[in-house]
């Protein structure tokens, strides 16, 4: 069976301040600013654009799971172990909240990380088959 949808186009993300989490995306994670209004940001990020839009306070794209453990919307990808050590390192250096890597039990590592606004993010040590 073909698929009917090719990829993830655009995330969006609830912000407060949409000027100071738009430098922070662009100053931390190396992001392309696009657009920008007092309403929105637009970036391209991992091959994806991200919309960082002005929300009420408390927002965010974290959720609970059934066992009340909080659990974040997006995974990012790095080539490998030592590419997810490197950027652990950065991110780290750069002042990033960040949790420790983890084995969660299946193939490569993990961690995570937040924005300003505390929406909580994955990394994980192993590429998609396409990106390969």
Known sequence: MREKLLRIGTTYIPVTNVDLAADWYVKKLEAELSYKDEDKAILNLANQSIFLVKSLE??????????????????????????????????????????????????????????????????WSELSPSFK
């Open 58 to 123: 408390g927002q965010s794209s974290n959720f609970l799971d059934i066992y009340g453990s909080e659990r974040f919307s997006l995974t990012f990808e790095v080539d490998g172990i030592k590419a997810l050590e490197a950027l652990h390192k950065d991110f780290k250096q750069s002042e990033i909240n960040v949790g420790e890597i983890e084995d969660r039990g299946h193939a490569g590592r993990n961690f995570t990380f937040f924005d300003p606004d505390g929406n909580k993010f994955d990394v």
